[in-house]
């Protein structure tokens, strides 16, 4: 298999051990190493910033409208 990209979701935290975040920096190391383009939201804070600093990028934005309507819509009607 020939993996060309990779999509990661991390949180926005360097976690609680300094471990989490050279995990991720390794991480993004070895997605550089073998030639794989993280696919990702375009954080660039914590764990999620880590990986993309260290790694080949395409920034994907999220769409916001469908994220408005799913918190406004029918399962988000009520809620506040």
Same mark, same amino acid.
């Given at each position: 298999?020939?993996?060309?990209? /990779? *999509? !990661? +979701? *991390?949180? #926005? #935290?360097? @976690?609680?051990?300094?471990? +989490?975040?050279?995990?991720?920096?390794?991480?993004?190391?070895?997605?550089?190493?073998?030639?794989?383009? /993280? !696919? +990702?939201?375009? @954080?660039?804070?914590?764990?999620?910033?880590?990986?993309?600093? #260290?790694?080949?990028? /395409?920034?994907? #934005?999220?769409?916001?409208?469908?994220?408005?309507?799913?918190?406004?819509?029918? /399962?988000?009607? @009520?809620?506040?």
């Amino acid at each position: 298999m020939n993996l060309k990209s /990779l *999509c !990661v +979701y *991390c949180g #926005s #935290s360097p @976690g609680l051990l300094p471990s +989490y975040l050279e995990a991720a920096q390794a991480f993004g190391r070895l997605i550089a190493a073998e030639s794989i383009t /993280l !696919v +990702y939201g375009g @954080g660039n804070v914590g764990l999620m910033g880590a990986l993309a600093d #260290s790694a080949p990028t /395409l920034f994907l #934005s999220p769409d916001t409208e469908f994220l408005r309507d799913l918190k406004t819509g029918p /399962l988000g009607a @009520g809620r506040k």
